[in-house]
């Protein structure tokens, strides 16, 4: 049974950081490009960043450029998401997702397969 569990959310001012965990069981993350997806009241859940199998290539949202950071330790079976210089407009749930297929700038959430219960990220002005 595939599970992903997000970990690391919290409240914190803008400006601040927050590390997102994604720990996975169940499958082998090494064989699955993974990502960070977000969704914000009213709005569509949208891709954040993702990362390829053995993390050569990454993929990121405009709006996290410079700021956010993707990366995973295959070994540990574990996603990350270093998110730097908060601002209001971060704020979501934040979710850890797995696909089958190899390729990662994939907006579109009905193509990941795996899905975490997600975490809550807070960002106060």
């Known amino acids: 049974q595939v599970q992903l569990v997000e970990s690391g959310g919290g409240l914190v001012q803008a400006g601040g950081s927050l590390r997102l965990s994604c720990a996975a069981s169940g499958l082998t993350v090494s064989v699955y490009p993974m990502g960070w997806f977000r969704k914000a009241p009213g709005k569509e859940r949208e891709l954040v960043a993702s990362?390829?199998?053995?993390?050569?290539?990454?993929y990121y949202q405009d709006s996290v450029k410079g700021r956010f950071t993707i990366s995973r330790d295959n070994p540990k079976n574990m996603l990350y998401l270093q998110m730097n210089s908060l601002k209001p407009e971060d704020a979501a749930v934040y979710y850890c997702?797995?696909?089958?297929?190899?390729?990662?700038?994939?907006?579109?959430?009905?193509?990941?397969?795996?899905w975490g219960p997600g975490t809550q990220v807070t960002v106060s002005s």
């Open positions: 997702a797995a696909r089958n297929e190899f390729t990662i700038i994939v907006p579109s959430p009905s193509m990941w397969n795996y």
């Open positions: 990362i390829s199998r053995n993390g050569g290539n990454t």
